[in-house]
């Protein structure tokens, strides 16, 4: 089994005790730790009033990101469609891609990336229905391919660009769409792992082929802690423990230090929504991950790793992914 390709989602987590301006040097450091060990591609969620995450101005940040790297692609995962008018997501993207050629990509959520108050406030008064997100994701197509004769409304950059497009989705609505227009997919199991399988299998089952690709392609999103031994990875991944409950029960907060015994603090209904929520994490020592993993690529099929690391500390992240690159050799 050809094993899958490493690639990372960074949510530029602002740490408790840190600043905005910390998170996002940290995520500086580890895109280029992730091109030095070959990583394919690093990708950058958009999320809007929250605390703990500094990526919502994502397209800024895809920029400072290939702009401080050499040679790996850096992206959206994802662009929040429903919060931009597609003309403004085209020029923005046909930017980066004049900037940085043949190294950036345009992934597309139809979440708001944000609750109900502050969706209105970047929406303003639009209203948005089932069959918007089709429509905005096809002129967008429209957008960044050749300018044709005739053509209203032309992207400038960005006509000609032809930014590889990928859907994201943690249901089946996306796998369907994508499987559709014959483009990649991305499947948010790093915190939505419930629909996983089925979501995969109606991609590829419905899959038609097009210009852009010939058969299909996924990414599966996957939490990954890496160390030495399982026990202080699981002591590492408390921060992220606590971040999910904090996600769970409405308290977002900045990524907090880890907590010895974590899980064992908390009651087992918490810890039983915190696991659901993990459940494709991949926390342990060298040979626990090689293991987790190896097992992941043979249920998935997966053609990449999109890994999701919220450690901590700055160094022992870089560490996590050196590991987890060693666990896939």
Same mark, same amino acid.
């Given at each position: 089994m050809k094993k899958p390709v490493l690639s990372m989602l960074d949510l530029v987590a602002v740490r408790e005790g840190g600043t905005v301006a910390d998170a996002l040097q940290i995520a500086v450091r580890t895109a280029r730790c992730a091109e030095r060990l070959g990583f394919a591609r690093y990708w950058l969620?958009?999320?809007?009033?929250?605390?703990?995450?500094?990526?919502?101005a994502t397209a800024v940040l895809v920029g400072h990101i290939a702009g401080?790297?050499?040679?790996?692609? /850096? %992206?959206?995962?994802?662009?929040?469609l429903p919060n931009h008018a597609p003309l403004v997501v085209a020029e923005a993207f046909g930017?980066?891609?004049?900037?940085?050629?043949?190294?950036?990509?345009l992934g597309l959520g139809r979440a708001p990336g944000t609750d109900g108050p502050t969706m209105r406030a970047l929406r303003r008064n639009r209203v948005e229905t089932e069959e918007d997100f089709p429509r905005d994701v096809q002129e967008l197509q429209r957008l960044l391919g050749p300018a044709q004769a005739?053509?209203?409304?032309v992207a400038v950059p960005g006509a000609?660009?032809?930014v590889p497009i990928w859907l994201l989705g943690s249901s089946l609505f996306s796998a369907q769409l994508a499987a559709h227009l014959g483009l990649p997919y991305a499947f948010a199991s790093h915190f939505a792992p419930r629909m996983l399988h089925q979501a995969l299998a109606i991609?590829?089952?419905?899959f038609r082929p097009g210009a852009v690709l010939a058969k299909p392609y996924a990414? /599966? %999103?996957?939490?990954?802690?890496?160390?030495?031994?399982?026990?202080?990875?699981?002591?590492l991944a408390s921060s992220t423990y606590q971040r999910v409950l904090g996600i769970l029960t409405g308290n977002r907060t900045r990524l907090p230090p880890p907590v010895e015994g974590f899980m064992e603090q908390i009651t087992e209904r918490e810890r039983a929504a915190i696991e659901d929520f993990l459940a494709v994490g991949v926390i342990g020592g060298p040979q626990t991950?090689?293991?987790?993993?190896?097992?992941l690529a043979e249920a998935t099929q997966a053609d990449e790793f999109m890994l999701v690391s919220d450690v901590f500390d700055a160094d022992l992240r870089l560490r996590s992914l050196e590991l987890t690159a060693q666990a896939m050799v």
């Open positions: 969620a958009e999320h809007h009033n929250m605390p703990g995450i500094a990526s919502s401080a790297t050499r040679s790996i692609r /850096v %992206g959206s995962g994802g662009i929040m930017t980066l891609a004049e900037l940085y050629p043949g190294r950036i990509d005739g053509q209203a409304i000609g660009t032809n991609y590829r089952q419905t990414i /599966v %999103g996957v939490p990954v802690v890496a160390a030495p031994t399982d026990a202080e990875a699981q002591f991950v090689q293991t987790g993993l190896a097992a």
